[in-house]
């Protein structure tokens, strides 16, 4: 069965400061790793995907197979990015997400 | 398009009771998905319907639990004779198409139900 760990319960970092939220998957084939955001008193929202290679707010993260790894990275944190972060998988042909127990990030003045 | 709508947001019941948590998906999905997180873990997949029809409930229960989305109204997860151990809360999410040809549609989220048992 896939898994996903996410290591750090809570970080924080200063304003301006990188950030970088881990996480590490287990599975067998070929996953779909996303990164899904909360933010305080909003519902749960897709933040970014791997296949689309997108960046979001500023947020990148690469799929490292290798690694086993989807790492959430941002070089300069603002305020605003303080909340909760998923990183979910969605395992080959299937329809539902495993998500991690979260992050909760917190970014300082 | 108001979003996923949950409700209630926060139901109480004591042992032994049922519990109806109920899901309006966005308009024009036609795909639900419900998930229980517990406190300190991640959300666990439960159950995928789409309209009549159970898809997988794979992470279902196999007691007390049970789930449907009628041909009209909402999705209802429904909870017999509640145990301490379902204080959790509940998200459903909605998406407009299941999958074709391996790709993924964007789930959406509800804002959850968080279910007390006393």
């Known amino acids: 069965a896939q898994r996903v760990t996410q290591p750090e319960k809570l970080l924080s970092v200063f304003k301006g400061a990188p950030v970088e939220l881990k996480c590490n998957y287990s599975y067998s084939g070929s996953p779909e790793l996303f990164w899904y955001v909360q933010y305080s008193r909003q519902r749960l929202q897709l933040l970014l995907r791997?296949?689309s290679r997108e960046s979001i707010k500023g947020f990148t993260a690469d799929l490292n197979k290798g690694e086993t790894s989807f790492h959430l990275k941002k070089p300069f944190a603002q305020e605003e990015d303080s909340a909760m972060y998923y990183c979910a998988l969605r395992p080959g042909s299937a329809r539902q997400l495993t998500f991690g127990s979260g992050t909760q990030l917190t970014v300082l003045p | 398009n108001a979003g996923v709508m949950q409700n209630p947001r926060h139901l109480v019941r004591r042992r032994g009771q049922e519990a109806r948590l109920r899901c309006s998906p966005m308009k024009g999905h036609s795909h639900v998905y419900w998930y229980r997180q517990l406190p300190e873990e991640g959300l666990k997949f439960m159950v995928y319907l789409q309209k009549e029809n159970i898809i997988d409930e794979s992470g279902m229960p196999k007691e007390r639990f049970s789930a449907e989305f009628p041909k009209e109204g909402p999705s209802i997860l429904r909870i017999q004779q509640v145990v301490r151990g379902d204080s959790a809360a509940y998200f459903c999410a909605s998406s407009p198409l299941g999958l074709a040809g391996g790709s993924y549609n964007e789930q959406f989220f509800g804002p959850g139900t968080r279910l007390t048992v006393l």
């Open positions: 791997h296949i």
